[in-house]
Every structure is written in C-alpha cells, then in structure tokens.
C-alpha cells in the first residue's frame, strides 16, 4: 500500500510567500510550514490511496506493528524570510512531565538548498534569561545537508532557509526571544527543558542517518514499511507499508528506529 499525503498549511510571520504561490494559498501572513505529515489535532493530514483516505492515527500499528499513543513522526516542508524565534523543545521526560504528551521533539533539517541556522549556545554556563543571536553559533548549510538536533538545543532557523523537517511528532515549543514580534514568550519552560552540553550534528551532502527516532536514505527506490519525501522544489510525502516505490529521481526515504519499539 502506498498512500500520497494531501498537506495543510501554516501561516507565520517570519514565513515565505513563494510557498502560497506554489501552492496556491492565500492567507493573511505567508505560509512558513507545508506540514507533509502530522497527527496533531487540527493539523491532521490526509493520506490518499486511490479512492480511500484515511489519517495518520489509523495505520499506526500497520506501519509499527503494535498501538502508540499517536502517529510516531511530523514531517514539514519549512520555507522561512526571516529568524524563526530562538527556541527550544523538551525531550521525552519533560514533555511528559510538563505537557502531558507522549514524547518530546527532538528534530532533524534537510536543506533544500543553502541556508543559516543558529544553534547552540557559545558559552555553556550563559543564562538562557538573556540569550541573543550572538549567544548562539553560526551554522551555515548546503543543499543536501542535514542537521540533527536532539531535544533541549537552544536554535533559530535563519532566513533563506528551506528544508525538510524530520521530527517526534510533538509540536511544543517553547520561545525565549523572537524578534520584537510581539509573540508570547515561554522563558521559565525554555530554561528547564535547555541543555546547554548539547550541541548540533552536521552531516554535509548526508546519503545516510542513523538514529535513535529514525533513519534517513537518500536513495530512488524503497521498499518495505517507512515514510518517502521528493526534495524538489514541491515536496511529496509518501507512506510506503509493505510495497516498493521507484521514482527517476532520489528522494529521502525515513524508516522508525528503535524508540519506538517498546512502550511509550
């Protein structure tokens, strides 16, 4: 079975108009986030296959193989003009314990092409009170690479910036600055779920990821159970269970790591 995700739209203020026009959307701030694939309560995305649509929720145990408490992973096409906020996410114990969520949301970035991120702190005992672009270093990305990020690194995505977001499916953030935009601000949360040992991992040109959450190829043929991505200009997602996709060109096919084995 191969069902072809049918995405919905998010509006943001730091977001990029080039994407209403490739979609055909029109709203009042540009649209900064093609979500691709999510089972967030009023975000949730259709998946197709021929004449029958379902949600992410029903094919949880086809695609795992036993019940978890939501779909396992987002995915989102994120095109931005400006600074997203300086934020942060809480891993799986904190999002529990604050949130009363599943997991938390740790994340991974495929660049569409070049972009600029901020991401971890420069120095480790700054307070996360005062932290500001200069507080954060400077990551400059090229098309096809990628970037992971576990839960509790302090980032921003800078503008320029597309790419494919691979992630826990959680959509808690907490924001410590953003920009004068007038947006709330969650500094207590942001600086109890930090962790300033962290830092990001770069894999340039990446073609293979291993990971706890999940495992990324770049490849043009997939089969199997797992999650498949175009990287043009208009991104497509596939869920693939128990079927072979083969396309001209490569794509990203993302396949569940071992977290997600045992009981959430």
Not at 237 to 254: G, K, P, Q
């Amino acid at each position: 079975m191969i069902l072809i995700s049918q995405p919905v739209f998010s509006p943001r203020p730091w977001g990029n108009r080039n994407l209403n026009r490739l979609y055909g959307i029109a709203s009042k701030e540009p649209i900064g986030e093609v979500w691709l694939l999510s089972d967030i309560e009023d975000m949730k995305t259709r998946l197709a296959a021929d004449s029958t649509t379902v949600y992410p929720e029903s094919i949880v145990e086809e695609l795992v193989g036993h019940a978890l408490p939501r779909f396992p992973l987002m995915v989102k096409y994120i095109s931005a003009n400006e600074w997203l906020s300086v934020q942060v996410h809480p891993d799986d114990e904190l999002a529990k314990i604050y949130e009363g969520e599943p997991w938390g949301k740790s994340e991974c970035w495929y660049f569409l092409g070049e972009g600029q991120v901020l991401a971890g702190l420069k120095e480790r005992e700054k307070s996360f009170r005062d932290v500001r672009e200069e507080d954060l270093n400077y990551i400059r990305l090229r098309r096809g690479d990628l970037l992971s990020l576990p839960a509790g690194i302090v980032h921003a995505i800078g503008p320029g910036s597309k790419l494919i977001e691979i992630q826990q499916n959680s959509d808690i953030t907490y924001r410590l600055f953003d920009w004068n935009r007038g947006r709330e601000l969650n500094l207590d949360r942001a600086l109890n779920v930090s962790k300033p040992s962290l830092m990001p991992k770069l894999e340039e040109k990446m073609n293979h990821f291993e990971w706890e959450y999940f495992s990324i190829e770049k490849t043009d043929s997939f089969s199997g159970k797992g999650i498949c991505i175009t990287i043009g200009d208009k991104p497509t997602l596939y869920v693939v269970i128990d079927d072979l996709l083969e396309m001209e060109t490569e794509f990203l096919a993302v396949t569940l790591g071992p977290f997600w084995g045992g009981a959430i």
